[in-house]
């Protein structure tokens, strides 16, 4: 290789690397050492010894292990767990993106699906909360993402370039010959995402988020529901814990997950609340979730009612106006005309406004055209604002 040729792969001038090879930069910045280590595809021996030629001292590489602990048991999600880990002929795309109402259980699934991967990515997993729809916190800014990222990947600060468009392709040329699971978790939409892909296939990106994200090169979508009756009922009981549901009648039990719409969240935390009441019988939590159940659906940090608000909080006015009304005013199932009657504007606008709700995960669709809300997502809307 020329030290033209060196230089355009490391994405290094070419001055840098003449005076890197003649000794003549007694201190070369750390990024750039590590730009030609890796455009010389050295390994993580050949390139602490460069790094010390270089009048560096030996770094020891960490390699980052991000994943936070998942859980003992994930229950159901088999068709999901396939397509995140390629247990399947078609094998995964480089990039996919599961989205689904809050409390739907995305981040168990990535992150379930992430430890499962992780031998088959050596140089690391990395895991960034988003916070797109964190109650109360801001989202993370895609450039404060990036330098986490770089750091994790054994950057020193001090490199670390202060424009975006850099740091990205810095963060791109690092990651290039590496493999490194990537986790992306609650993003808020594309342009978040964006700038945090990596540009070489080495890489596997699992992106989760409340809404469906179009625009991402060939990045696949991955719709998670709400679990089967089945599946809710082995969740309640596995938090619950067998004691406190011996003897009681299945029908009780598929009621009592059934009020809680089916959603992870709310039928765990319904479980949570059976644990934690000795006295509680599942009856008794049944005539209480016959009540206000948002109110009965909080425990501790889990809280149905608040993971909608900030699905609630991330829309423009004209749709939280939208969507109160709808919440207080529709039957089982609607249609735009209905929508358009209701909030006062021509068809297509109430269309359009029904297919970003539809996005947001806020909305269903029965069928093409047809909309419903989710039980606890009505209870939600109809009582906001
Ligand atoms: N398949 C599952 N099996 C067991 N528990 C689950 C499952 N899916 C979700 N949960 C639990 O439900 C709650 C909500 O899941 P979470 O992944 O945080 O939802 P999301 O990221 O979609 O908002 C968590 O406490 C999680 O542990
Ligand atoms: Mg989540």
């Excluded at 719709?223 to 009681?248: H, M, N, Q, Y």
Aim: with cysteine; proline share 6%.
């Amino acid at each position: 290789m020329t030290q033209e040729q060196l230089a355009e792969k490391a994405g290094l001038n070419v001055r840098t690397v003449r005076r890197l090879e003649n000794g003549g930069l007694w201190q070369p910045r750390s990024r750039s050492v590590l730009l030609l280590a890796q455009a010389l595809e050295l390994d993580g021996a050949e390139r602490e010894l460069l790094a010390g030629e270089a009048g560096e001292p030996a770094v020891t590489t960490i390699v980052p292990r991000q994943l936070p602990a998942g859980l003992a048991t994930l229950i159901g999600r088999e068709d999901e767990l396939a397509a995140l880990t390629g247990d399947h002929h078609a094998g995964p795309a480089p990039v996919v993106a599961i989205d689904g109402m809050a409390g739907t259980g995305k981040t168990a699934l990535a992150v379930h699906a992430g430890h499962r991967l992780a031998p088959g990515f050596p140089d690391g997993q990395l895991f960034v909360d988003l916070r797109g729809h964190a109650p109360g916190r801001r989202p993370v800014e895609p450039g404060e993402a990036l330098a986490r990222m770089a750091r994790a990947l054994g950057v020193p600060d001090a490199d670390v370039p202060e424009h975006l468009d850099d740091r990205a392709a810095l963060y791109r040329s690092v990651l290039a010959g590496r493999r490194v699971l990537i986790v992306l978790d609650d993003a808020l939409d594309e342009h978040q995402i964006h700038p945090l892909l990596p540009g070489g296939p080495g890489c596997r990106v699992i992106v989760t988020g409340r809404r469906r994200l179009s625009g991402l090169g060939d990045a696949r979508g991955l719709p998670l529901d709400v679990l089967s009756p089945a599946a809710a009922v082995a969740l309640f009981t596995g938090v619950a814990g067998w004691d406190r549901v011996a003897g009681v009648p299945r029908d009780d039990l598929h009621e009592v997950v059934a009020r809680c719409g089916w959603l992870p969240l709310a039928v765990r935390v319904a479980a949570d609340r059976l644990r934690a009441r000795p006295t509680w019988s599942v009856r008794h939590l049944l005539d209480r979730l016959a009540g206000d159940r948002l109110a009965e659906l909080a425990a501790g940090r889990h809280d149905v009612a608040a993971a909608l608000d900030a699905s609630y909080d991330r829309l423009p006015s004209d749709l939280r106006r939208a969507y109160r009304l709808l919440g207080s005013h529709t039957g089982a199932e609607f249609g735009p005309s209905t929508a358009a009657d209701l909030l006062g504007t021509g068809a297509s606008q109430a269309e359009r406004m029904l297919e970003h709700l539809l996005d947001a995960h806020l909305l269903r669709e029965a069928a093409p055209g047809r909309y419903r809300f989710h039980d606890l997502v009505r209870d939600h809307a109809s009582r906001t604002g």
